[in-house]
Nanobody, 128 residues
């Protein structure tokens, strides 16, 4: 069983920055692909960024490319999402997710169906 706990959300003005953290339980964190998703009111959950189990491969949705950076610290069982140049359209609940089959896949999965474990979410609000 994998438990994920997000932190770091909050209210920030447009142009500002936030860093989200996701702490994972379990001794096999190094085998997980990790992803960040977000869901705005009235919209479907969407992929934001992902990092593969080794940390050598990352992938971003076009709207955050160049502004957000995903990273992982295996020693701390933690994945991060550094968000810079935030825009009001980034406002959403952000979810951390884990794909425990990381070592058997190629690349970074973007479908939420692949991720079997989810955190409770953290609210990010960007004011204009």
């Amino acid at each position: 069983q994998v438990q994920l706990v997000e932190s770091g959300g909050g209210l920030v003005q447009a142009g500002g920055s936030l860093r989200l953290s996701c702490a994972a339980s379990g001794r096999t964190f190094s085998s997980y692909n990790m992803g960040w998703f977000r869901q705005a009111p009235g919209k479907e959950r969407e992929f934001v960024a992902g990092i593969n189990w080794s940390g050598r491969s990352t992938y971003y949705t076009d709207s955050v490319q160049g502004r957000f950076t995903i990273s992982r610290d295996t020693a701390k069982n933690t994945v991060y999402l550094q968000m810079n140049s935030l825009k009001p359209e980034d406002t959403a609940v952000y979810y951390c997710a884990a794909d425990a089959m990381g070592r058997s896949r190629v690349g970074v999965p973007t479908s939420p169906k692949v991720y079997g474990y989810w955190g409770q979410g953290t609210q990010v609000t960007v004011s204009s």
